[in-house]
């Protein structure tokens, strides 16, 4: 019963990707050609928001959904996994003109190339998962 909830955030995570707009290939391409402020909007305000709640759940205490208590462990400096990971990261949001919420959304609403998106970043994830104890963390 308690999955339900995660349903319900996840359809209205896909109603909000879709309404916004932020799902559209155009939109993406304008944000990576600096042409329109739609994007940069619309992650300026996800970040903002998770930057609050993640000080929100560090001053309050809030437990998850288990009843335990949530922590954050500081993970030491390394710019140059982010650096390679984000690059890699941008390059396929780019190409397929999706990151990785969203590729749910496109399926959904009927783009079923994106299929193949999602196949590439399971293999991703896959490959990560082999490579992990020989990538820098």
């Known amino acids: 019963m308690k999955n339900i909830s995660f349903l319900l955030v996840g359809i209205v995570f896909g109603i909000t990707m879709f309404k916004s707009e932020a ?20 992650i300026g305000v996800a970040v903002v928001l998770g930057a609050a709640l993640h000080q929100l759940i560090k001053r309050s205490g809030l437990k998850n959904i288990q009843g335990d208590q ?23 949001w780019a190409v397929t003109g999706a990151c990785p919420g969203p590729i749910y959304v496109l399926i959904g609403s009927g783009y079923l190339s994106f299929v193949l ?4 970043g399971l293999i991703g994830a896959l490959l990560y998962g082999i490579l992990r104890s020989k990538l820098p963390h």
């Open 23 to 42: 799902i559209s290939w155009y939109r993406i391409q304008e944000m990576f050609l600096f042409d329109s402020f739609h994007m940069y909007g619309i």
């Open 70 to 92: 949530i922590t954050f462990n500081d993970k030491p400096k390394t710019y140059i996994a982010s650096i390679i990971g984000g690059t890699i990261f941008g390059l396929g």
């Open 117 to 120: 998106v999602l196949l590439g």
